[in-house]
């Protein structure tokens, strides 16, 4: 006995495309966060080498707080690639899909200013 003709969806390769961008902002949010971290804890380091040697530079008591955004800047990412991914999904399905322009334009800018903020704080 023949089982019955299972039925395709046709939307399945618009489905694994937007699995595979969750998946690149997931290794983007998760880079950013380990930037941040490891930002942050070199800030400590810096901060144990201006207590030890007297006169050294104190222009970079700041980088902690640079850190702490990146870590949040991840945070945000990862939570907004959640809501896209499941916009995305639905618009789909419903056939109404649309390219969010206005999500990838914040997020470059935001990371556009972390990036200054850094190198503003390596000169």
């Known amino acids: 006995m023949e089982s019955p003709p299972q039925r395709k ?12 961008t969750i998946l ?8 950013i966060m380990t930037l941040g971290v490891a930002i942050n804890r070199f800030s400590l380091f810096l901060m144990e080498v201006h207590q030890i ?6 222009a970079n008591r700041h980088v902690e707080k640079l850190g ?3 870590v949040v800047l991840g945070i945000v990412i990862m939570c907004s690639a959640i ?8 618009t ?3 056939e109404t899909y649309r390219p969010a322009n ?3 334009v914040m997020t470059s800018i935001a990371i ?3 990036g200054g903020s850094a190198l503003f704080w390596l000169f």
């Open 92 to 94: 789909i399905e419903n």
């Open 68 to 70: 702490i955004g990146l």
């Open 9 to 20: 969806n046709p939307h399945v390769t618009e489905h694994l495309a937007n699995e595979r």
């Open 102 to 104: 206005l999500f990838l």
């Open 83 to 90: 809501t896209h991914y499941l916009h995305v999904s639905r």
């Open 112 to 114: 556009v200013l972390m």
């Open 53 to 58: 040697v007297p006169g050294s530079n104190a």
């Open 24 to 31: 690149a902002w997931i290794r983007t949010a998760i880079a």
